[in-house]
């Protein structure tokens, strides 16, 4: 089965630091992709970045990156410059393709706090 | 912002009454998806579908019920609501590109006393 895993719970950053977000992932598929997405205290859920596992080059989208490391199956976010509108949940999910519909299995989430 | 309507978007029901929530979408996209979200435990999927009246179970099926009878409406059915079922709930839409994500609803918040 495929599992996600963030691990950091909570992370405190000052305003206009780089911010490092952890996701691994596990799965026996050759062929996958991994989201991030991000919840603030709003509720809703916003898409940010989108890796699949045979892009050769790490996605970028504005100052989201994705530092994708697939020997270690690792799928880190990365926010340049934050600022405090970041403050927000971050959700990792991968693709689950088996059956045909793209099923999303989400981490557990962690939750960012930006500091003025 | 896709279109994605979740209905209704608070309810406070009590145990044993059957509850039905709506997701409509206007993009016209094939797979819908209900997830619940529960606290340490992101979002989970509950059932999804890939066509008309074409659906299946994700992780969390049991106590749960769907339909869809038009390309535009997906309905999640808790037919004798538990305390266990209080949640958020979310709709998410996709086309048939993998590589493009699900787009979501807001959400509804849903409290089982």
């Known amino acids: 089965a495929q599992k996600i895993t963030q691990t950091q719970p909570g992370m405190f950053v000052q305003e206009k630091e780089a911010v490092t977000l952890d996701c691994t992932y596990d799965?026996?598929?050759?062929?996958?992709?991994l989201f991030w997405y991000k919840q603030p205290s709003s509720g809703e859920m916003i898409f940010l970045i989108y890796q699949g596992s045979y892009d050769e080059q790490n996605a970028t989208e504005g100052r989201y990156s994705l530092n994708f490391q697939k020997a270690r199956k690792s799928a880190n976010l990365v926010i340049s410059a934050s600022q405090l509108g970041d403050s927000a949940m971050y959700f990792c999910a991968m693709r689950d393709q088996r059956g045909g519909a793209q099923k999303l299995v989400f981490g557990q989430g962690t939750r960012l706090t930006i500091n003025p | 912002d896709a279109g994605i309507t979740q209905s209704p978007r608070h309810k406070v029901t009590e145990t044993g009454t059957p509850v039905t929530l709506r997701c409509h979408q206007t993009?016209?996209?094939?797979?819908m998806y209900w997830y619940r979200q529960d606290p340490g435990h992101g979002l989970r999927l509950i059932h999804y579908s890939y066509g008309v009246k074409d659906t299946d179970k994700g992780e969390v099926s049991d106590g749960y019920s769907v339909s869809r009878s038009k390309t535009e409406d997906f309905l999640l059915t808790l037919e004798s609501a538990t305390s266990s079922q209080t949640s958020v709930y979310f709709c998410a839409i996709s086309d048939s590109d993998f590589n493009q994500p699900q787009h979501f609803g807001d959400g509804t918040r849903l409290s089982i006393l």
């Open positions: 993009e016209n996209h094939r797979y």
């Open positions: 799965t026996s598929d050759q062929s996958y992709g």
